[in-house]
Structure formats: structure tokens, C-alpha cells
């Protein structure tokens, strides 16, 4: 039984080459694919595939990843990105995604991650892979109140505004803003919102 595939929309190229990609594998089938937001969760929920394919730039933000994987569990979500950086490929496993890639990995790293996704291992990053071998772990998860924080912040937000929103302290605020960007390894709120 080939494992089943759900596309999002991606560029033009990318996205017929992931198709072409797929469709030679005989263990691998595209169910559903140039899937906007609205017709990605549908997809989802409908079809239940093994694995999502999601691209980052289409994303309306990063907390939709959570938001997809708290939804459809037991389908796993890998994201691909343009030359995503450190942080955001932590944010992206931190919210539940099963790999983050950039677009420019080789065919057959995209195709093996898809087959290790399916069977529901985690694709790491090189960096978090070396540093889970000497025993240090993978991604700190955010908790979830820190991904409430997180999604205000992400829309501009001041922490007064925060704080209001959330029904608690400017200083819880500021204390799970600092536990945020220490988990996902940034240093400043426009980090946190900056586009891949």
C-alpha cells in the first residue's frame, strides 16, 4: 500500500517537480494537490493522507502548523522553505511539523524525508541531528500558553496588548516572550515574523 501524499501550493516549478518526483515513486501517491489554505484543511480532513506537503511561503503564519497538527495528528506535516534558517526550521518541528526543508534539497533527501515522515520518524535539521547525538535532545516545545503568546506576537502585538488579550501581567508576558525565543532560537520579536 503506497503511502498517500497531500500537496500545498507551491510555485509553479516546484510544484510540477514535486509531482513528477512522487509519481515515479511506486510506494508514494498524490491524493490531493495545489491546495490553498482553505482547501488544504479540507484536504486534510477529507482524505487523511499519510503525509502534507506544506510550503512555508503560503503559510498566513508559521502557527498554522500547530494549528494543522493539532487538527490531523496522524498526518505528518513536512514544510519545505526558501533557505529556511535555523529558527524557523526549529519553529516549524517545535509546532508539531515532522521536517523542515529548504526547496533547494536534493530529490532524493525530499523523497526520503516523505518515506520517513510516513512511517512518523522526525526528519532534524544536520545541526539538531548532531546535537541530539551527544545527547542534548531535539526541540524544546513550546507550551500552550507560550504558543498563544507566540501567535500574538507573530501579529505585532505589544505586550500591554498581550497581556490583555491573555488576561495576565506585562511580566508573564515578557517571561514567556524570553522562554519563546530561547526554544526557538531567535533573539528579537522581528525574527519571530520575518518571511522565509
Known amino acids: 500500500m503506497p503511502a498517500t501524499v497531500a500537496l500545498a501550493r507551491f510555485e509553479d516549478l516546484i510544484a510540477r517537480g514535486l509531482t513528477a518526483l512522487i509519481d515515479d515513486d511506486p510506494n508514494l501517491e498524490v491524493i490531493a494537490d495545489d491546495l490553498d489554505g482553505d482547501r488544504l484543511a479540507a484536504a486534510l480532513e ?34 519545505l522553505a526558501s533557505r529556511p534558517t535555523p529558527a524557523e526550521a526549529n519553529q516549524m518541528l517545535t509546532f508539531g511539523a515532522t521536517a523542515c526543508l529548504s526547496k533547494e534539497t536534493q530529490a532524493r533527501d525530499v523523497l526520503s524525508a516523505i518515506h520517513l515522515a510516513s512511517r512518523g520518524l522526525q526528519v532534524l535539521p544536520r545541526a539538531k541531528a548532531a546535537a541530539q547525538s551527544v545527547g542534548t ?60
Open 137 to 196: 535532545g531535539g526541540p524544546e516545545p513550546l507550551t500552550s500558553r507560550e504558543a498563544d503568546v507566540l501567535a500574538l506576537l507573530q501579529e505585532g502585538r505589544s505586550n500591554a496588548e498581550i497581556a490583555l488579550a491573555l488576561q495576565v501581567g506585562v511580566e508573564t508576558v515578557r517571561t514567556h516572550a524570553r522562554n519563546i525565543y530561547r526554544k526557538l532560537g531567535v533573539r528579537t520579536r522581528r525574527e519571530l515574523t520575518r518571511p522565509a
Open 46 to 79: 477529507r482524505r487523511r493522507p499519510d503525509v502534507a506537503l506544506l510550503n512555508y511561503g503560503s503559510l498566513r503564519t508559521p502557527f498554522e502548523v500547530h494549528t494543522l497538527h493539532a487538527a490531523f495528528p496522524a498526518t505528518r506535516l513536512v514544510v
